[in-house]
């Protein structure tokens, strides 16, 4: 049984940082791409960064330049550290992980998905 499980999330002022982390386990990690997405009240989800099987990461623009996602293997653990957070960063992440090794954008590409960590940037 595949389980991805986040962890990470809380309630951060405006300009603090957080590390983000997805636990994986019943899949082979070090094949898969790994996603994290993020949907905030009212909005539809939206892609924050991705990182192949590889190590190559991918960023959104809305949070290119302030946040760094790397892979541990040994671990089966990806994380995600945001910096420079804004009231905007206010969401849910979620990560997920595909069986193609990419760093894909498109949420349809991943078929695994955690239940999210909170995330609540504060002004």
């Known amino acids: 049984q595949v389980q991805l499980v986040e962890s990470g999330g809380g309630l951060v002022q405006a300009g603090g940082s957080l590390r983000l982390s997805c636990a994986a386990s019943?899949?082979?990690?070090?094949?898969?791409?790994i996603g994290w997405f993020r949907q905030a009240p009212g909005k539809e989800r939206e892609f924050v960064s991705a990182i192949s099987s590889n190590g190559f990461a991918d960023y959104a623009a809305s949070v290119k330049g302030r946040s760094t996602m790397s892979r541990d293997n040994a671990k089966n653990t990806v994380y995600l550290e945001m910096n420079s957070l804004e009231p905007e960063d206010t969401a849910v992440y979620s990560c997920?992980?595909?069986?193609?090794?990419?760093?894909?954008?498109?949420?349809?590409?991943?078929?695994?998905w955690g239940q999210g960590t909170q995330v609540t940037v504060s002004s």
């Open positions: 019943g899949l082979i990690f070090s094949w898969c791409g």
């Open positions: 997920a992980a595909n069986v193609w090794g990419r760093a894909d954008v498109w949420a349809g590409a991943y078929k695994f």
